[in-house]
């Protein structure tokens, strides 16, 4: 009977316990760890974005190392990492296919043509469904995705220069 009475006690310890530590400022939120890496790409198909011709799949992930950017136009870190992305389409480095999350069709097709285009190809996933089963937890995360469309790695929040020459470039070059 007494150990009843601690359950609610104990509960709390665990669940203080799990608070603290996600709020632990020496944790990375850009490193929780994926459960899809090293594993195919899930299945899907999106349409292109709005002014776009090309949509987006899993097909179209096989064959080559790329990047996958998940991003919307209601998303300021997206605006901040934005030029990164110009940068390595100018620069030709990997082709970047964007996925864009629950964004109004009229307000991704501005966001790009104000912005620049750096995707290859672009899917709508309206319904953020597809970004739920890559097991996104909000914009923008970045996905690396090697030659047979297995995802390498995953990266959440904005891509900045030193992510961008420190991890993502070694990598891309690894894999090529």
Known sequence: MRSVALLPAFV????AGFFFWGLDPARDPSEIPSVLIGKPVPEFELPAVQGRTLG???ADLKGEVSLVNVFASW???C???HPLFMRLKAE?????????YRDAPDDAAKWLDTLGDPYTRTGADRNGRVSIE???YGVPETFVIDREGRIVYKHIGPITPQVLDETLLPLIAKLQ
């Open 79 to 81: 605006r901040y990492e």
């Open 56 to 58: 987006l799949s899993s």
């Open 134 to 136: 890559w097991g996104v």
């Open 12 to 15: 709390f310890l665990v669940v």
């Open 92 to 100: 030709g480095v990997v082709p970047i296919h964007g996925l864009n």
């Open 75 to 77: 998303c300021t870190a």
